[in-house]
């Protein structure tokens, strides 16, 4: 990502819902319904996660902060397999725009 182009403040998401459904449908893939409950217990499973994608929508990186002990390498790996297949709608009104970088926050109770 040493290219990251110029910043831009003209970027927007033409569909808000869509990516909160692609996240609810990615963490309901990743951990049985069992283990949202086991984790949504308590309140410190929660983390953040950060996407890079390119102009086209397509999630480039991913990388996860403050992630607790309880959630497994394994189940680390299959976010970020899956978040890697996510294609975002994306509104880039600045052509020298290489990059775009999004948060998303994992909190457990909301998948319930």
Known sequence: MKERGKDCEHISNRDENALARSEKEIVKSVFSEVRIKQLSA?????FLIICICNTAGNV???SFLNVQPVITLQEIKALEDAFLKLKI???VECPETKY???NMFIRF???L
């Open 100 to 102: 775009v970088k999004f």
């Open 109 to 111: 109770a909301k998948y």
């Open 42 to 46: 308590n309140n410190a499973n929660s």
């Open 60 to 62: 480039k990186a991913v």
């Open 89 to 91: 709608s994306l509104n």
